[in-house]
């Protein structure tokens, strides 16, 4: 027997004898011994008696062949069995217990067990008690049972004293439906009908099995037998029975089962462990016979050594009615205990104090855990087994001690199952080193032939110059490749080196040939002479070998020529920042002066529409206006000092511009960003410098690059626009038609603060040395000299768009163009109530004064919480008017909630970036009201007209 099964059983409290096939006694237990006083083995079942000194109960000798353990060996089972032992001291004690047969996974019986325990106390205390009640009951009762009388004509029970001896129940008569009301709920319904049954239907005995309630609430399990009296015409008319208590016997028969159960499980996972050489089944198996044994919820082995690389504790087996959980949440249930890494039971994990935090999990909550280390027999610790069960205080010490015997095998298993690894990793590593090493040889001849061809086709096809000189620098060999300094190979032999290095560079290839004999071969750029007189760049690396010196020779002229025009276009870049800052200091203050003016002439312009017909109110207002336009105009002029390029304007497709410079673009901004075009169709032209504009594309690509480290996608796209001279006044520029074009990413975005001086020279987000902070300046004064306008819109984390606004080419008049004072107007209100949504105050104020001005009654708020307690306190918003980019809740997701409480009211969304650009982000969706930022006053009535007409 393994030495871990002995220990297990040793262990135990009852008594265990093993016999093989034979029933020669193979195995005693230490509680066999002490209570057998003889530890002998090899014994077998004829000698029993003789050896054992084995007797009946009542004294009398045991017949040898009637012995429990002989009668189990000749294959029979009993559940149930008692005997006596006359030990050497003369003293008698007095076994119960049970034994049966032992059977393989094949069925086939390998020998028997027997079980008992000391039943002496038991029995002498029952003789005593017997001999003391039998001169008190045989006048009364001539049994132990509870004796019943039932007269079926009264439906009266009697009882004798039993009842209350072994029940509680302290009456001698009562009532039938009082019997019946003491059986178990699951079990009355069926003694009743079968009482009744024999009754009343001519039946003669009744027995049954059931639960009989005691008088402090707990149930016994009891058999009852009973016979019906009949009268002479055979009518029943009591019925006498007997119940005895059978709840200990029941509970001996369970622990039988349940211990034969036990030791078939351990002779199972020993057996198998032993035969299994893969490292997860070893495991697996072991964690569950644990789940078996221990009758776990959840079981699981978490291995430490299996898998070095995961580092930590690694699951590596589940088992249980839990075994489908993620091994996330088993970690998260088990992680206190596994961290422990050494023998740990728990009634209560989660009231533990030995624990940093209570075990639980979602899935399976646990209350009872048991965890047993594995540890190998060199004392490396392999693993833990862990288990958990729902109900507190459901493992015991036992568990322990089957779980320690459990884990001893497992770690025998996988030390045999790594050591099988090893040994066949090992020999398969020595055949494949065998495999190649017989190859290399039986090919050697072949690959030294082919490298050799190798290295004759790379001399003769390189096209770097390859040299062969001696220590001196005299070449000995040279390839084809010396065209590149006009000469065929011969010319070349025989002559020095350093003949064809110029003059300037003689110092340096000397240097180099000097450290070369050193053993050091630093890289030598030179310029070498060419047949026709002139220089050649030559870049050299070298190499030794036995005296013999290697030059590779790469002609880099193009690319030193490249690397000087570099230079010198840096040299003019620079020069032309530095010009740019100057005009800034010039034009600085009139460009704030400016800004500031744009702001009192759009204002001035909103008056003039509400003052009415006041004469002296409308010469202030015309007065004003005059006064800013001058001040303009002064502006403009000081401006233009700042603008002081050269420009080449002609007559330009902007569609096909952007065409021509996609592939520029993709090139620039990588791989990793997407380039998407949306170019309209019958596009006006406009009169632009076309290189300038190019450059002005790259410029911002490059900064939206930048601005997209993660990769994403710049759009580009182009337009036919009007802007109205309230919006011209308000930014700058002059009223009119103009051709769009508008490059947005989806990168990072500007907060408020970077946005507002986006366009200062000098200023950038770049770290030092990543950005001179003059590239949206250059965009700003070329548009601005080119008659343009530049807008720029950018939230963090929403992307940038900026929007470059050309003049329309007039060889043509534009189309849908109304000049001001023409008949069409822009449409009014009739009162309607419209709801504005708007994060930015002043953009908010400016939106409620132009509806306003246009004849709406207006409600505003500040976000989309404000907006839909305005719209459920007023039933009568006509239309939604929201930004789409706000904090918290976006005008998205606003719209989404207005629909779901009124679907039929419409909604006018308004954004600063282009509409396919906020489309290809997915912010919105294509059908949806869009007035893009900026926009015009009559643009605004335009579209809130018409859709509230549409909604009507």
């Not at 058999?223 to 009518?235: F, H």
């Not at 594995?374 to 493992?395: A, C, D, K, Q, Y």
């Amino acid at each position: 027997m393994p030495a871990e099964q002995a220990t297990v059983l040793g262990q135990l409290r009852e008594g265990v004898v093993l016999a093989d096939g034979e029933g020669r006694i193979t195995f005693i237990n230490e509680a066999a011994r002490d209570f057998l006083g003889v530890s002998q083995l090899g014994v077998l079942p004829a000698d029993y008696s003789r050896v054992f000194h084995v007797l009946t109960e009542d004294g009398r000798p045991y017949p040898t062949l009637e012995l429990p353990l002989a009668r189990a060996v000749r294959g029979e089972t009993l559940p149930e069995a008692r005997w006596s032992i006359r030990r050497d001291d003369g003293t008698v004690r007095i076994a119960a217990g049970a034994a049966q047969p032992l059977f393989d996974a094949h069925g086939v019986m390998t020998g028997a067990v027997l079980t008992f325990h000391d039943d002496t106390t038991r029995v002498q205390a029952e003789r005593a008690l017997a001999d003391a009640e039998q001169r008190y009951r045989l006048a009364v009762e001539a049994t132990q049972d509870a004796i019943w009388d039932w007269d079926l004509q009264t439906d009266r029970t009697l009882w004798n004293e039993q009842l209350c001896v072994a029940y509680g129940h302290r009456l001698r008569e009562a009532t039938y439906d009082w019997f019946i009301s003491r059986i178990h709920p699951a079990d009355r319904e069926r003694v009743d009908a079968g009482l009744q049954h024999v009754a009343r239907h001519g039946g003669t005995h009744w027995t049954d099995e059931y639960r009989f309630r005691r008088v402090d609430g707990t149930y016994a399990k009891v058999c009852d037998r009973g016979t019906v009296a009949r009268d002479a015409q055979g009518r029943a008319v009591r019925m006498i029975g007997a119940m005895v208590d059978i709840t200990e016997r029941k509970r001996a028969e369970r622990a039988l089962r349940r211990r034969t159960e036990t030791l078939e499980i351990l002779n199972r996972t020993a057996a198998d462990m032993a035969a299994e050489l893969e490292l997860s089944q070893v495991v697996q198996l072991a964690t569950d016979a644990g789940v078996e044994l221990l009758r776990a919820s959840i079981g699981a082995f978490f291995s430490e050594t299996l898998d070095a690389a995961g580092g930590g504790m690694k699951l590596s087996a589940l088992a249980g009615v839990d075994a489908g959980m993620p091994p996330a949440s088993v970690r998260e249930l088990f992680g206190p205990v596994i961290e422990r890494n050494r023998p740990f039971r728990s009634n209560d994990i989660s009231l533990d104090p030995r624990v940093p935090h209570p075990a639980a999990a979602e899935h399976a909550p646990i209350c009872s855990v048991l965890a047993v280390p594995v540890t190998s027999r060199s004392g490396e610790s392999l693993g833990i087994l862990v288990f958990g069960h729902p109900e507190p205080v459901h493992f015991t010490a036992r568990h322990e001690r089957l779980m320690a015997g459990v884990a001893a095998h497992a770690a025998i298993a996988i030390d045999n199952a790594r050591l099988l690894a090893t040994a066949q990793r090992e020999v398969e590593e020595r055949r494949m080193a065998q495999e190649r090493l017989r190859e290399l040889n039986e090919t050697l001849e072949a690959r030294v032939e082919e490298r050799t061809r190798e290295r004759d086709r790379a001399w003769a096809m390189s096209r770097d110059l390859q040299l062969v000189m001696d220590a001196t620098g005299i070449i000995l060999a040279a390839n084809e490749a010396s065209d590149i300094l006009g000469y065929r190979p011969d010319e070349l032999i025989g002559r020095s080196a350093e003949a064809f290095v110029h003059p300037d560079d003689v110092a340096v290839h000397l240097e180099a040939m000097s450290m070369a004999a050193a053993g050091k071969f630093p890289p030598e750029e030179v310029r070498c002479l060419h047949k026709d007189g002139s220089y050649r760049w030559l870049s050299w690396v070298k190499s030794a070998d036995q005296g013999v010196l290697y030059a590779s020779g790469r002609d880099v002229t193009q690319q030193k020529e490249q690397e000087q025009a570099l230079a010198a276009t840096e040299e003019a870049l620079r020069q032309s920042q530095k010009m740019e800052a100057v005009g800034q200091l010039t034009g600085g203050i009139a460009h704030d002066f400016n800004n500031m003016l744009a702001v009192v002439m759009g204002s001035l312009d909103l008056l003039k529409r509400r003052v009415g017909d006041n004469p002296r109110a409308l010469r202030q207002i015309e007065s004003a206006t005059d006064a800013s336009e001058r001040a303009a105009l002064l502006t403009k002029r000081l401006l233009a000092f700042s603008r002081q390029q050269a420009l080449n304007p002609q007559p330009t497709d902007l569609n096909r511009l952007v065409g021509e410079t996609s592939e520029l673009l993709r090139h620039s901004i990588g791989a990793g960003i997407r380039l998407h075009t949306t170019l309209a169709e019958d596009l006006w032209r406009t009169r632009v410098d076309a290189n300038q504009l190019e450059n002005v594309l790259l410029n911002l690509a490059v900064n939206a690059r930048d601005a997209m480290p993660e990769g994403g996608c710049l759009t580009i796209e182009t337009g036919n626009v009007q802007l109205d001279k309230r919006y011209a006044a308000a930014n700058g520029t002059r009223a009119g038609d103009y051709v769009l074009i508008a490059v947005t990413d989806n990168g990072s975005g500007m907060p408020a603060d970077v946005l507002a001086r986006a366009f200062d020279p000098f200023f950038t987000t770049k770290e030092v040395g990543k950005g001179t902070g003059l590239g949206l300046s250059q965009v700003y004064g070329f548009v601005r000299q080119s008659g343009g306008h530049v807008k720029l819109y950018s939230e963090p984390g929403q992307g940038t768009t900026v929007r470059i606004y050309l003049p329309r080419l007039c060889d043509e008049p534009a189309a849908g163009w109304v000049a001001e004072g023409g008949a069409d107007t822009a449409p009014g209100g009739l009162q309607e109530l419209i709801l504005v949504v708007e994060d930015e105050p002043a953009v908010r104020q400016f939106s409620v004064d132009a509806l306003e001005e246009l004849g709406y009654r207006v409600l505003q708020a500040d976000g989309a919480p404000a907006a839909l307690r305005l719209l459920d306190r007023h039933p009568d918003v006509a239309l939604v008017f929201t930004d789409i980019v706000m904090p918290e809740v976006n005008g998205r997701k606003l719209a989404d909630e207005v629909h779901h409480r009124r679907p039929e009211l419409p909604i006018l969304f308004t954004t600063g970036y282009t509409r396919d650009a906020v489309v290809h982000q997915g912010v919105l969706d294509p059908d949806v009201e869009l007035l893009g930022k900026p926009f015009t006053l009559d643009g605004l009535a335009r579209k809130v007209r018409a859709m509230l007409d549409q909604a009507a």
